[in-house]
């Protein structure tokens, strides 16, 4: 089995913590525990809310229904490309925005519950060699810096 370590806990470890599992990965997050989560809104696309519904089967309607998120069905893009406005519509599928503050913990309790390891540690260093990573004593295969900080 792949072993991925993701350096993070914000939203793109979430994103890559779910990709990994879609493919049966195996996976570690490290994490500051000093470090807060940044309180913003955000905002996701079909994608988004189709892989968290396939890995952990949670609709954009499950989060809504528990404040977790709002509903959007399309988004109007603005000054796009060759400058462009114009509204995609997601032909009768739905996507959410967050904030973080509500959505992050949620998810990362999702993800523990599907085995995903968490770890409270700063990473300062890592040993990397042609094969493998090791962080401390634990060997992963790959490490995936997921960090906003």
Request: aromatic share 14%; with cysteine; hydrophobic share 35%.
């Amino acid at each position: 089995m792949i072993k991925v370590a993701i350096v993070g806990k914000c939203t793109s470890s979430i994103i890559t913590a779910l990709q990994c599992l879609k493919y049966g990965f195996e996976v570690s997050i490290y994490y500051d525990p000093e470090t807060p989560y940044l309180n913003i809104g955000e905002s996701t696309t079909l994608s988004i809310s189709n892989l968290i519904h396939e890995v952990l089967g949670v609709s954009a309607c499950n989060l809504y229904e528990q404040g977790i998120a709002s509903l959007k069905n399309g988004v109007k893009f603005i000054d796009w490309g060759v400058g462009n406005t114009f509204y995609s519509n997601f032909y009768n599928k739905i996507s959410f925005q967050f904030d973080t503050e509500k959505f992050n913990p949620y998810i990362h309790g999702l993800l523990e519950q599907r085995g995903v390891n968490y770890i409270p540690h700063k990473i300062t260093h890592y040993h990397e060699d042609e094969r493998t990573v090791t962080i401390e004593d634990k060997v992963y295969d790959f490490i995936i810096w997921c960090s906003g900080w």
